[in-house]
């Protein structure tokens, strides 16, 4: 790319490179609408959750909720890459996000009808999530039609941007809401910011599948593309990378009992240490400027997921808080550099008739991992210690990446000049 003294060389830049969202007024929109989305889906998140116990007064009811999307994340995960990879993937975007329009303006009719049935907020909370899941590879695999291969770490790094900001703001700004206005309030923000996730996907163009050559189309399948992602080993990898960090050094189950035991805090203390790494996801994001000028993605996947576990490690040795968020924040940056450098290689090394099942995959883990490493780390935690739980499982990660990483050697080498899965 010629150097402009609009647009900053490379080497200069600090802060996130806007570069995707001024080339290409398609990838824009799309941006713009996931933001305002994700904000409104945060508010809705915590808004049910709030609902739910006012219903029923009951924890256990509430964590019911994080099981009925659990699911239908995973079959509908791998079932969205597939169809992602038969049809107009415009079309199949479109469609899941009026399907997460109509279920928001069911919760504001529910509301408004005074309806208070626990079950029918599950029913919704799940349909959504199986929207979200038939939604999501549609969307990841249209980026890199929109975009040149060189401008996927940019607009990676942004998409990170969007998910932590909704992560952040949408919980703080349903509390708000809620409390003000009620739930109907929050429900209705909801639905009325989803209109531009809808608008963003209306005014894309088509984006059918492209095949080989010669080759007939069919209807994509989840087998073949596991098959695919069987014999592709720099594939394979981003995704046991991911599972070490999520599976064995996943402490976010244990952050209501260290707040209380190591930092003598409550729930605000807890509600800080959750926020934390997502703080430092956001931060990751916004100085992303420098991950444009690294090639060897396979090698900073590496050395990121290793940067998780030690900031989790010496987060379990750590007694005062200050110091624990910091390392916490550590963490969630180095996530966010992670996820930049593996969804682009899922973007840049897979072809464009299997992208959609691989972003499935992708949509399983994502959904899965942290969820099973919530399950071990209290496991752990309840056999042991609390501090042994985290410094150990922050050890064991790093561990398990050295020796994946010894195992399949190619994977360091992995050029982004020269991508191969």
């Not at 049809?87 to 975007?93: A, E, F, H």
């Not at 209807?219 to 990378?241: I, Q």
């Not at 940056?333 to 930049?340: G, H, K, Q």
Request: glycine fraction near 10%; charged fraction near 15%; aromatic fraction near 10%.
């Amino acid at each position: 790319m010629t150097e402009t003294a609009e647009e900053p060389a490379p080497r200069t830049r600090i802060f996130a490179d806007l570069t995707p969202l001024r080339s290409s007024p398609d990838y824009r929109r799309l941006w713009f609408g996931n933001t305002v989305s994700w904000i409104g889906q945060g508010m809705t998140s915590l808004a049910v959750s709030l609902q739910v116990y006012d219903i029923t007064r009951s924890a256990f009811s509430v964590g019911l909720i994080g099981f009925c999307s659990f699911l239908p994340m995973v079959v509908f995960g791998l079932f969205g890459g597939a169809v992602a990879d038969t049809v107009d993937r415009r079309k199949l975007g479109l469609a899941s996000s009026a399907g997460s329009f109509v279920l928001s303006v069911a919760l504001v009719a529910l509301t408004v009808a005074g309806v208070e049935q626990v079950g029918l907020l599950y029913a919704v909370v799940a349909l959504q999530a199986a929207c979200f899941a038939v939604n999501s590879p549609a969307r990841s695999s249209m980026i890199a039609r929109l975009l040149p291969a060189e401008q996927l770490p940019a607009a990676n790094a942004l998409n990170s941007m969007t998910s932590t900001t909704g992560t952040l703001v949408g919980p703080m700004l349903g509390g708000l809401v809620v409390g003000w206005w009620g739930y109907r309030a929050a429900y209705t923000v909801d639905a009325v910011t989803f209109t531009a996730a809808l608008y963003a996907m209306w005014r894309l163009p088509a984006m059918l599948p492209q095949r080989e050559e010669g080759v007939r189309d069919k209807r994509a399948s989840v087998v073949d593309g596991l098959r695919f992602l069987g014999t592709r080993p720099n594939l394979r990898m981003t995704f046991f990378t991911d599972l070490c960090a999520m599976l064995l050094a996943n402490p976010r189950a244990l952050f209501p009992v260290v707040a209380v035991l190591w930092y003598g805090g409550d729930a605000r203390t807890t509600g800080l240490l959750v926020a934390a790494p997502a703080f430092g996801a956001l931060l990751g994001g916004v100085f992303s400027g420098w991950l444009g000028r690294v090639r060897r993605h396979g090698l900073a996947v590496l050395l990121a997921v290793g940067c998780w576990g030690t900031a989790i490690a010496v987060f379990g040795l750590t007694r005062q808080l200050w110091l624990g968020l910091l390392f916490l924040a550590l963490a969630g940056c180095a996530d966010t550099t992670s996820m930049v450098f593996r969804n682009t290689m899922l973007q840049a090394a897979v072809p464009d008739e299997m992208r959609g099942r691989l972003q499935g995959v992708f949509i399983v883990v994502v959904a899965g991992g942290p969820r099973l490493g919530d399950f071990l780390a209290g496991s752990v935690a309840d056999l042991t210690s609390p501090g042994l739980a985290v410094t150990g499982g922050g050890i064991a990660c790093v561990v398990a990446v050295a020796l994946l990483a010894l195992r399949w050697r190619g994977f360091a080498r992995y050029d982004a000049r020269d991508p191969q899965p």
